[in-house]
């Protein structure tokens, strides 16, 4: 067995049956480990609350580190509510409400909590679409997901193989959505014990080959038909497993039966994405086709899902943005607001997109402004861009008088025309729709607003050439982000650096993926 296999057991649901759990799961490990971790993605408290008040305070114990799901009743969330950083017991951990978890040995775990539920619901125990957003987003940003484990089944799971002669759960078109954009290589869930035949993640002769997903239930712990409730595999993770290895198919792998949910899915969002209302529905901007945009989406550098992303430059992604080293940048602690779905500007934000955005400017400026003395200036440009950016970039504390003489100076060395927004307006009703603009932040809110014309050639780099300056940070070498290139390995250094310095102020920390021992 090679060094990378890891020993992996699942279980279904325990529904309170706790001593049956811990006696089987011991037992199993006695005889055929150890195995490196337990996975339970369905309910694990039931009718039985003793039983799991029992496995808190260690009348029974299990020997194989546990990962658990949180509740899928409203009775059952206040069993959660208290759990100190996941630690239900010295081996058995809550993985939380949404994220990915990620072993020592690289195995990459995505998980959801809960039932679904509108998107505005405040019920513990259920997830919105707003969870599956930052879930995908947190995927997105990792080489791949070898498991995914849910409450819930999947809708049309049951396309293209033999329906089985029992009843199965109906199914969530989210869930169907999710899996079909992360792709795991397993994806476990709690029920009638079913194992479905591996399906491509790939259109044939249309697409790239690449690994299959299995999908599997397990029943309730210690039923009386004796279904299938614990699984056990070996397992190694993507991480350590040849490209060639991944994509070998067998023989009986179907096509993808997540394929019409997705076109179901992106009419959706389409028919949400065909005008663009402002506040106020004062303007409104038609967005593209979704062939379009998928198009954009497959060749973007900034777009999460892209293969060409960047993912060593992501820092922390939280909601519908996501923080990532600038490319080339001007300081190593340049970085950028970047949405992770294809999103050209901040004109076509919608209000939580903008509170995201929000979120991350509040904790750069008080990052900025504690830890290092610095004011911070945002910066963002809709010219010759297909992908939102704004940058953030640390200078010493000069007045945002200094800063803004500064960007008229340079405006009039352009011949650009200004436009200043006082902190608190709506910046937004000063640009024509559709209008290229440039537009620089300061601490106090205050905004100056260039928009591009005709007219007048605006310079590309005009933020990075203002701020290089010699009156503000005194790098005029640096103007073009070619010039500023460092190398993989010393990009990855950096970002190592600013996530550990910027994680007290992270308003994403909980979102994001862990990395811990297993």
């Excluded at 397992?235 to 023989?251: A, G, I, N």
């Excluded at 039966?257 to 389409?270: H, R």
């Excluded at 945009?293 to 996501?322: A, D």
């Excluded at 500007?345 to 509040?362: A, I």
């Amino acid at each position: 067995m090679s060094k990378q296999t890891l020993k992996i057991l699942v279980a279904g649901s325990v529904s309170g049956n706790v001593k049956q759990l811990c006696a089987r799961v011991n037992s199993v490990n006695a005889k055929s480990g150890p195995f490196h971790l337990l996975l339970i993605p369905g309910e694990v408290i039931g009718a039985n609350p003793e039983s799991w008040m029992s496995l808190r305070d260690g009348s029974y114990t299990l020997d194989v580190p546990t990962y658990i799901l949180g509740a899928t009743k409203s009775a059952h969330a206040p069993y959660f509510a208290h759990i100190v950083d996941g630690q239900v017991t010295d081996n058995v951990t809550y993985l939380g409400r949404r994220g990915v978890y990620t072993t020592t040995n690289g195995l990459s775990i995505a998980y959801l909590s809960g039932v679904f539920g509108e998107d505005m619901s405040n019920d513990p125990h259920c997830y919105t679409e707003s969870d599956l957003n930052i879930l995908q987003a947190q995927a997105g940003i990792m080489s791949g997901i070898d498991i995914l484990i849910t409450a819930q089944w999947p809708a049309d799971v049951l396309k293209y193989v033999k329906k089985p002669d029992f009843p199965v759960p109906e199914g969530v078109p989210e869930i169907s959505h999710l899996v079909n954009t992360i792709k795991p290589r397993y994806h476990f869930v709690s029920g009638p014990y079913y194992e479905r035949l591996p399906y491509r993640n790939h259109k044939i002769l249309h697409e790239k080959a690449t690994y299959c997903t299995r999908f599997i239930s397990l029943a309730c712990a210690g039923n009386k038909s004796k279904s299938k409730w614990l699984y056990a595999f070996n397992y190694v993770p993507m991480k350590h497993t040849s490209d060639e290895e991944l994509r070998k198919q067998p023989m009986e792998t179907t096509e993808n039966p997540f394929l019409e949910v997705q076109k179901e899915k992106n009419k959706e969002e389409d028919l949400k994405g065909q005008h663009f209302y402002s506040v106020g529905d004062k303007r409104k901007m038609s967005a593209p086709p979704a062939e379009q945009r998928e198009k954009k989406k497959e060749s973007c550098w900034f777009c999460l899902k892209s293969p060409n992303v960047e993912k060593h430059l992501v820092i922390s992604v939280g909601g519908s943005m996501y923080l990532a080293l600038a490319k080339g940048a001007l300081r190593n602690d340049h970085v950028m607001i970047v949405p992770t779905n294809h999103i050209k500007c901040q004109q076509f934000l919608e209000s939580s997109q903008q509170d995201d955005v929000q979120k991350f400017k509040r904790a750069l400026r008080t990052l900025n402004r504690t830890s290092k003395k610095c004011t911070t200036v945002f910066f963002e440009r809709s010219l010759s861009t297909s992908h939102m950016q704004i940058h953030a970039v640390p200078v010493p504390r000069y007045s945002v008088n200094d800063i803004k003489d500064v960007f008229y100076t340079f405006a009039d060395k352009y011949n650009l025309e200004i436009q200043e927004i006082p902190g608190g307006e709506d910046w937004q009703d000063t640009v024509p729709p559709g209008s290229d603009y440039f537009i620089a932040e300061f601490e106090n809110d205050d905004k100056l607003i260039f928009l591009c014309s005709q007219k007048v050639r605006f310079p590309l780099q005009f933020g990075r050439e203002v701020l290089a300056s010699e009156e503000l940070l005194n790098m005029p070498r640096r103007v073009s982000w070619k010039e500023c290139k460092i190398s993989k390995e010393q990009e990855e250094h950096d970002v190592k650096q600013f996530r550990k310095t910027f994680a007290e102020f992270d308003p994403f920390k909980a979102d994001d993926s862990d990395s811990d021992s297993d």
